[in-house]
């Protein structure tokens, strides 16, 4: 089944203590992104990558960090986390990046709190 | 730089009436325009899009948006909203220009009551 996975489903963390989410997609896209959701604010784009290695910033790049080593993984990085990063967060991909014309698979979300 | 609007936040219906979600963007540019809607505790998934062509799109589930140039709208209808409609929606915008990103309004809470 085509799918974008994001694991921790849930996670509970305190400040300052480092963390990883994975993000993993099994339909050979070229584009990925990452998003978190806030309530009134929509999603707003953290960071996206247009193909291995290439990565770029996205509207809130603070406080994040990715990575694409892979095609198929794009995990978000919070080296130190702060509970303004408490948040909906989701991973989504793309065949391409280019105008962004094609459809946008999300991933189920990851619901991040930071004490 | 583009931004969306969708006009109100929560949308009440009940079941089997029709149903309007509004959406504005601006943009300097030639733009891509889409719905995505979110049902409880689930990613977002593609309604529809408008990238070229006929103003009139029909997408998923009955739902069809028009896209307005002089009025920088687009739209989101359903003639007869079910229970099962109960999410949110949001529209996205992304330009020509090969800005890579979609740009999110707000949401809209659809709720239906019976």
């Known amino acids: 089944e085509a799918q974008v996975t994001q694991n921790p489903r849930y996670l509970i963390t305190v400040t300052g203590k480092k963390l990883t989410v994975t993000c993993s997609q099994n339909?050979?896209?070229?584009?990925m992104s990452w998003y978190r959701q806030d309530p009134g604010l929509g999603l707003r784009q953290i960071y996206y990558?247009?193909?291995?290695?290439v990565t770029d910033k996205g509207d809130v790049p603070e406080g994040y960090k990715v990575s694409r080593k892979e095609k198929r993984n794009f995990p978000l990085i919070l080296e130190s986390p702060s509970p303004n990063q408490t948040s909906l967060y989701f991973c989504?991909?793309?065949?391409w990046g280019r105008g962004l014309t094609d459809t946008q698979y999300f991933g189920p979300g990851t619901r991040l709190t930071v004490l | 730089a583009q931004s969306v609007t969708q006009l109100d936040s929560q949308v009440p219906v009940f079941e089997e009436a029709p149903v309007e979600l509004r959406c504005n963007y601006s943009?300097?540019?030639?733009?891509?325009l889409f719905w995505y809607v979110q049902y409880p505790n689930q990613g977002l998934q593609l309604l529809l899009k408008?990238?070229?062509?006929?103003?009139l799109v029909k997408g998923i589930n009955g739902f069809e948006a028009e896209f307005n140039k002089s009025q920088t709208s687009f739209h989101l209808r359903k003639p007869s909203v079910h229970i099962s409609d109960t999410a949110e929606y949001f529209c996205?915008?992304?330009?020509?220009?090969?800005?890579?990103?979609?740009?999110f309004g707000q949401g809209t809470r659809l709720t239906i009551n019976p």
């Open positions: 989504a991909s793309s065949l």
């Open positions: 943009s300097s540019v030639s733009v891509y």
């Open positions: 408008y990238l070229s062509g006929s103003t």
């Open positions: 996205a915008v992304s330009d020509s220009e090969g800005a890579q990103k979609l740009v």
């Open positions: 339909m050979n896209h070229e584009y």
């Open positions: 990558s247009m193909n291995v290695e």
